[in-house]
C-alpha cells in the first residue's frame, strides 16, 4: 500500500511575504509539485495571513481542480473568528469545497501546531461545525495525539479521518525514546483503523524518519511541508517530491 504526498505550501508562501508581490508564485511551485507527482496539496491559513492567504486558497484550489485525481487539503482552526479579510475556516471551506477539511486546534499566538485536540472538552463545539462540513461534502480529518481514548473519541463524532500530529515521534527520532514512541504512534494507528477511521500523519515528518513512520500499517496520507521546502533549497522543488514520493511509494 502506497501513502498519499500533499504538499504543505506555507512555507513558500511565507518566503514570498517577505516581500511585496507574488514571487515566488505558489501556482508555480504547486504545478511543479503536482507534476513531480504529488497527490495532494495543503494550506493551513491562519487569521494572521503569515503564509496563506485567502486568494490563495481559491487559486490552490483551482490549480488542483486542472489535475484529476489530486486532493485540495485545507488545514485550520474552526474556533478562530474572522480576523481583517481573513473571513474564518468555515467560510474559506464554503467557497473552496476542498476534498478534505484537517481541524487543528492551533490558536493564534502558537508558532505553529503543536497538538490535537482535547474532545473531552472540544466535542460539542465540534458537532455542529462537523455537520456543517458534511452537509458541503468535504472529508473530515481531525489533528489528534495518538491517544486511544481521544481517538474514540473521534470516531464517536463521525469523522472519516484523523491526522496523528507526529512532532513528538519527530523530535525524539533516534533518540532512546524513538521505539517506544514508534510503537505509541502504531497502536493508536491500529486501533483508528480498527474502528474505520483512515488515519493521515504529519508534522516535522522528513527523509531521515518518514521511512520507518510508514512501516505503521495503513497511513493514507502524509502532509510535508517545512522540511520538504528546505530539502527543495537543496535540490530543487520537482527532486525533493519525487523523493518523499519514493518512501511513500514503497510503504507498506
Known amino acids: 500500500m502506497s ?80 480576523l481583517g479579510n481573513y473571513p474564518g475556516l468555515l467560510a474559506l471551506v464554503e467557497q473552496a469545497r476542498p476534498d478534505q477539511c484537517t481541524l487543528v486546534p492551533d490558536s493564534d499566538d502558537q508558532l505553529t501546531s503543536d497538538h490535537g485536540f482535547d474532545l473531552r472538552r472540544d466535542s460539542e463545539k465540534l458537532k455542529p461545525i462537523l455537520a456543517t462540513l458534511k452537509s458541503w461534502g468535504v472529508r473530515i480529518s481531525l489533528f489528534m495525539d495518538p491517544d486511544l481514548e481521544q481517538i474514540t473519541r473521534a470516531h ?15 523530535e525524539h527520532y533516534g533518540s532512546d525514546q524513538s521505539a517506544a514512541l514508534l510503537d505509541q504512534y502504531r497502536q493508536a494507528a491500529v486501533y483508528a483503523q480498527e474502528l474505520g477511521l483512515e488515519v493521515n500523519a504529519g508534522h516535522d515528518l522528513n527523509l531521515d524518519n518518514l521511512a520507518e513512520f510508514l512501516s505503521i500499517p495503513g497511513i493514507a496520507e502524509v502532509s510535508i511541508g517545512h522540511a520538504l521546502t528546505v530539502d527543495a533549497l537543496r535540490t530543487g522543488m520537482s527532486a525533493a517530491v519525487k523523493d518523499y514520493l519514493g518512501i511513500c511509494q514503497h510503504s507498506r
Open 3 to 82: 501513502t498519499a504526498l500533499s504538499v504543505n505550501l506555507n512555507k513558500v508562501a511565507l518566503i514570498r511575504n517577505s516581500r511585496e508581490g507574488q514571487f515566488p508564485d505558489l501556482i508555480e511551485f504547486g504545478t511543479l509539485c503536482l507534476d513531480a507527482g504529488a497527490q495532494g496539496l495543503t494550506v493551513h491559513p491562519r487569521p494572521d495571513q503569515r503564509h496563506i492567504r485567502p486568494g490563495d486558497v481559491f487559486a490552490l484550489s483551482g490549480l488542483a481542480k486542472m489535475y484529476p485525481g489530486t486532493e485540495f487539503n485545507i488545514e485550520g482552526n474552526p474556533f478562530a473568528a474572522p
Open 156 to 170: 464517536d463524532l463521525g469523522v472519516e479521518r484523523i491526522e496523528l500530529y507526529t512532532g513528538p515521534y519527530a
